[in-house]
């Protein structure tokens, strides 16, 4: 299922990237996705994993990494302040923090254990950043991005 979704999605995520200069590689078979692009005010590079197994059903597992391939902190942008958003979803212990990443959901060891559950992911945390296809997250993540003064310590 997540290979065919990923196939149907792969023209609408191409055609966002090559519009906003965003480099992305997807792997059906492995349900992975690398997108790199620029910190607009640091000026580093940042590349973004999304482990997508289970997508649809389950929301994929967003997370920057370092240039040796690790998830740390320091790889995740800053949280800003993105006029007429309230919060960012660049969390401040390195995570992003959205209903469409399964890592931000306390069942899986992430922040919120408010959300109703993963299962739930499209309709969970109403009030919060909503996106339902991998462009959608993309656009998610670039407006966040944009609004962000650099990267975490």
Not at 35 to 43: M, N, R, Y
Request: with cysteine; charged share 10%.
């Amino acid at each position: 299922m997540t290979h065919a979704q990923l196939e149907t999605e792969r023209p609408a995520i191409l055609a966002w990237a090559a519009k906003y200069g965003w480099s992305v590689g997807i792997s059906p078979a492995d349900r992975m996705i690398r997108v790199s692009t620029t910190h607009p005010a640091a000026g580093v590079a940042l590349t973004g994993l999304a482990d997508c197994a289970w997508y649809p059903s389950a929301a994929p597992a967003w997370q920057f990494v370092n240039a040796a391939g690790a998830s740390a902190r320091s790889a995740y942008p800053a949280p800003g302040n993105t006029p007429g958003i309230s919060g960012s979803i660049f969390h401040p212990n390195g995570l992003i923090c959205a209903p469409w990443n399964r890592l931000a959901y306390g069942e899986l060891g992430g922040v919120h254990n408010d959300w109703g559950g993963i299962v739930n992911w499209k309709t969970a945390a109403r009030g919060y950043t909503q996106a339902h296809t991998i462009a959608d997250m993309l656009q998610a993540l670039m407006i966040h991005l944009m609004a962000s003064p650099g990267m975490m310590p």
